[in-house]
């Protein structure tokens, strides 16, 4: 149980361009959705929190207007990475609580480039 | 098929003592091993790294073990403290895909 999944697993995308990232909880209802931006053997770095049906909560110096949460349902979650620009490039990685402090189920991971 | 396990989801362990996490994985294109540590309704704050060229690394209380013929690392947190009761998730990188992720283990450090 407790399976988490990205669509698309990679994307390419040219500069300028948006691509959005989904992120579902496929076997529990997720209250809380975390986005989290991985770069090449370095932490991971929280870029903001959601609660289904409420705002996001950015960490400061995400840039809200150019990356959009939306966490409209319990099993899915949408990042989507607005005038894309070749410093995106990255791994995101999504996770998933069936409620705020509980266990944290993590999925497997979008590789973005931007051209 | 789970490439990073972490066969304990919990332990306790009394304050003073020797907290020992475990972490196998199965590919061994592996080639960069982190651990995080996640406080409940916090994301995972990021604790220690190794390299695969090295079988030890050690930041204060924490140092990380890797045997990579057996494919195992393990964290060691010496001494443990009550403030280090969280769960902990052993990731591992490729470098050509997203970190993967283990289920994590609680720690409960009893005072």
């Known amino acids: 149980g407790a399976v988490v999944s990205q669509h698309p697993s990679w994307v390419i995308c040219k500069s300028g361009t948006s691509v959005k990232i989904e992120c579902r909880s496929l076997d529990f209802q997720a209250t809380t959705m975390f986005w989290y931006r991985q770069f090449p053997k370095q932490s991971l770095m929280l870029m903001a929190t959601s609660n289904e049906g409420s705002k996001a909560t950015y960490e400061q110096g995400v840039e809200k207007d150019k990356f959009l949460i939306n966490h409209a349902s319990l099993t899915l979650s949408t990042l989507t990475v607005t005038s894309a620009h070749p410093e995106d490039s990255s791994f995101y990685i999504c996770?998933?609580?069936?409620?705020?402090?509980?266990?944290?189920?993590f999925g497997p991971g979008t590789r973005l480039t931007v051209t | 098929d789970q490439q990073v396990k972490q066969n304990s989801p919990s332990l306790s362990v009394q304050e003073g003592r020797i907290s020992i996490l475990n972490c196998d994985y199965t590919?061994?294109?592996?080639?960069?091993f982190l651990w995080y540590k996640k406080y409940p309704a916090e994301g995972p704050t990021f604790l220690i790294s190794i390299s695969s060229i090295k079988d030890k690394n050690e930041d204060g209380r924490f140092t990380v073990f890797l045997n990579k013929s057996a494919k195992h690392l393990s964290l060691h947190i010496v001494p443990s403290q009550p403030g280090d009761s969280a769960v902990y998730f052993c990731?591992?990188?490729?470098?050509?895909?997203?970190?993967?992720f283990g289920k994590g283990t609680r720690l409960s450090v009893i005072a």
């Open positions: 990731a591992a990188d490729s470098g050509n895909t997203p970190l993967v």
């Open positions: 590919n061994s294109m592996f080639d960069y």
């Open positions: 996770s998933a609580s069936a409620y705020r402090a509980g266990e944290q189920y």
